[in-house]
């Protein structure tokens, strides 16, 4: 198959808004995919339109794809090529690792035309934006293979890999979807969570009355143990297993010879109250193995100087017998009678908005996230975002200016849509950039912010970045601050999304760094 059919089918399915017209795109594609008998080829369509790479990270990031060959006039790449080429480059490491990566990249993308470069572009950089969400590509995946949408849904669920079970049930037909069941050792899509405005939105959501649990700001990992083997993931299903060894061992601490657990991971402070995000995330990075020296060493000096806790929620598996399907009190019951006191999140039952109130005011005052509202009676619904789980947290707001813009891509082509965002620094006069985001937009404002920004234009228009003059203001939501390399002020919005634009106020009005610093300091 050739990458430009993949490049085409994604712009189509990114043009239109309608879930049916999205689906029958990608099922066509799959159709002719599945047709040359390749499970991999399949896989690797799947992965891709849903933004997604088969090799998860591979080294190129934006910097690498600032500079690129002019496009091809005659498309001639295949999938199995592209595919190959990913793996060759993510491969590449040593002395002038980063000189070969972007030779090889740059290969690519000069055998690529100007449509595939596109597609290429925003896969690598993570921002591949089409409505191609999981949901939309199991039930393309379904219609390509004719069996029910449902039983797609259940084994992606239960493998955690939508691919794979694409690729199995495209070419080996619906009784391949059988071999997807819960398996210790076999990382499970984590369910996911729906937003609420404050606990008595949650509790009228969920029927009244819902178990309120403290939202760590740690990170969430998936606990497997057979035996004395015990493995972990991350929420991406990566194995972290040899960088979290007191995970490990609280596992094989517990009572029991097989079971899956969702659990917190979080680096604390000696008073208990919990470190920065990035503390915890320092212990789940690469790391290890330079200039020769051990590993294992390496992870325990980074223990050493930093140990996690970890903090149990939830059991999918006990010796032998399946818990996903039970209610959510019922998990938790098992849960209890597994689980040490000191080693569960704290959790409130209740259908009382004020009790409710306090626990989430404890929590945060605790300085964790916010809590998480579950339905008593829900199931667990791996890799789903499902409605029987809701998230509350604080949201906070900054008025900053924009400037630069992207343009965008699929129902978003021809439109102004990526917006750079700076706090104004009063040392300087000047503007410092902490972030980006295209959440939030309404296809109302992306038409006014096209024009607006044309008029702002600081340069030419015709790039993939357009800079502007720094005056125009936007008010942002945002979950927080976070420590960043990437940035110069040291620091990046977390989650950040658009509120409104606002034309009441200038530049000079707006939120400075030492606001921001204050944020990130709380």
Excluded: C
């Excluded at 390749?38 to 891709?48: E, G, I, M, T, Y």
């Excluded at 030779?103 to 572009?121: I, P």
């Excluded at 992606?156 to 690729?167: E, I, N, Q, R």
């Excluded at 980006?436 to 296809?443: A, C, I, L, R, S």
């Amino acid at each position: 198959m050739l990458l430009v059919d993949v490049a085409n089918a994604s712009a189509e399915v990114g043009s239109v808004s309608a879930r049916l017209a999205k689906i029958r795109r990608i099922a066509d594609l799959l159709t002719a995919a599945a047709a040359e008998a390749d499970p991999q080829l399949v896989a690797v369509v799947v992965a891709w339109l849903s933004g997604e790479l088969p090799q998860r990270q591979i080294g190129v990031g934006w910097a690498t794809l600032r500079a690129l060959p002019p496009p091809a006039v005659e498309p001639s790449l295949t999938v199995g090529g592209v595919d190959a080429a990913f793996t060759e480059i993510g491969a590449v490491s040593g002395k002038g690792s980063q000189t070969r990566r972007a030779e090889l990249v740059a290969g690519v993308f000069a055998a690529a035309t100007a449509g595939e470069q596109t597609f290429l572009r925003r896969l690598l950089g993570g921002e591949l934006r089409q409505g191609a969400l999981v949901g939309v590509m199991a039930d393309a995946v379904a219609g390509a293979a004719g069996v029910p949408a449902v039983k797609v849904r259940r084994a992606a669920m239960l493998s955690g890999d939508l691919p794979t079970v694409a690729a199995a049930v495209l070419t080996g037909g619906s009784a391949a979807l059988s071999e997807f069941t819960l398996q210790v050792g076999r990382p499970v899509g984590p369910m996911l969570a729906q937003t609420a405005t404050g606990v008595a939105d949650a509790l009228q959501k969920l029927g009244g009355t819902a178990v309120f649990e403290a939202k760590l700001d740690g990170a969430r990992v998936q606990i497997h143990r057979f035996g004395e083997t015990v493995s972990i993931y991350t929420r991406s299903l990566d194995d972290i297993t040899a960088r979290l060894p007191e995970v490990v061992e609280a596992a094989l601490a517990l009572p029991a010879t097989a079971l899956i657990a969702d659990a917190e991971a979080i680096a604390l402070r000696p008073e208990g109250r919990p470190h920065r995000f990035q503390v915890t995330a320092s212990r789940f990075g690469r790391g290890g193995g330079r200039g020769g020296r051990d590993r294992s060493a390496d992870v325990e000096a980074a223990r050493a100087a930093q140990p996690l806790s970890v903090f149990f929620f939830d059991l999918l598996h006990l010796d032998g017998t399946d818990l996903l399907d039970l209610p959510t009190t019922e998990r938790l019951a098992v849960l209890d009678a597994l689980i040490p006191d000191a080693q569960r999140v704290d959790r409130l039952l209740t259908s009382d908005v004020d009790d409710a109130a306090d626990f989430l005011a404890v929590t945060l005052a605790a300085g964790h996230e916010g809590v998480m509202a579950k339905s008593p009676a829900a199931p667990y619904e791996a890799g789903r975002r499902g409605a029987g789980w809701l998230k509350v947290k604080p949201v906070h707001t900054l008025d900053l200016v924009v400037l630069a813009v992207e343009w965008g891509s699929g129902r978003r082509t021809g439109k102004l849509s990526n917006i750079h965002l700076g706090a104004r620094d009063p040392a300087t006069g000047g503007f410092v950039m902490l972030g980006k985001t295209f959440k939030g937009m309404t296809d109302e404002m992306l038409d006014w912010q096209t024009g607006r920004f044309l008029e702002l234009a600081d340069g030419p228009t015709d790039g993939y970045v357009v800079t502007l003059r720094p005056e125009q203001v936007v008010e942002i939501a945002l979950d927080g601050v976070q420590t960043s390399t990437r940035y110069p002020g040291g620091m990046a919005l977390r989650f950040a999304r658009v509120l409104r634009y606002r034309d009441d106020k200038g530049p000079g009005e707006a939120d400075t760094l030492d606001t921001v610093r204050t944020l990130y300091e709380r």
